[in-house]
């Protein structure tokens, strides 16, 4: 299955004012039994958002072929220093139908996270 997804996160400072610089950029895992897949990396925004774009088939692995439901979890980075990495949002479901619409939506939002640097 090729179907195209999105995934956001916000990082603010414990002041609650944006993360961002060049030095910070953040990466989408989807949490799996043997080995994690990198599913996307993303700048920082100067908002301290990151918006991840990828291929829903990506999530698929030896240890977990027919997956459409990844563990997901982000990491940001300063450098190539990991400085926060986020709990896990299981079974994250980008093909259920909004009770609303009815549509898929296709994008899931992890939330905003507080960095203590």
């Known amino acids: 299955m090729h179907k195209m997804v999105k995934v956001t996160a916000i ?14 950029h953040a990466k989408l895992y989807d949490n799996d039994l043997v080995l994690d897949d990198l599913l996307a990396e993303s700048p920082i925004s100067d908002r301290g958002s990151a918006d991840f774009l990828f291929d829903l088939a ?25 400085i926060f990495e986020s709990k896990i949002k299981k079974n994250s479901d980008f093909l259920k139908n ?11 939002d992890l939330g905003t996270f507080s960095i203590r640097q």
């Not at 997901?72 to 990991?82: E, F, R």
């Not at 909004?98 to 899931?108: A, H, K, N, R, Y």
């Open 11 to 24: 990082f603010l400072n414990t002041d609650q004012t944006p993360v961002h610089g060049k030095e910070f």
């Open 98 to 108: 909004d009770p609303v619409s009815g549509e898929q939506s296709l994008t899931i």
């Open 58 to 82: 990506k999530a698929k692995s030896f240890d977990s072929p027919n997956e459409t439901r990844p563990d997901l979890y982000v990491a940001l980075y300063k450098g190539k220093s990991i």
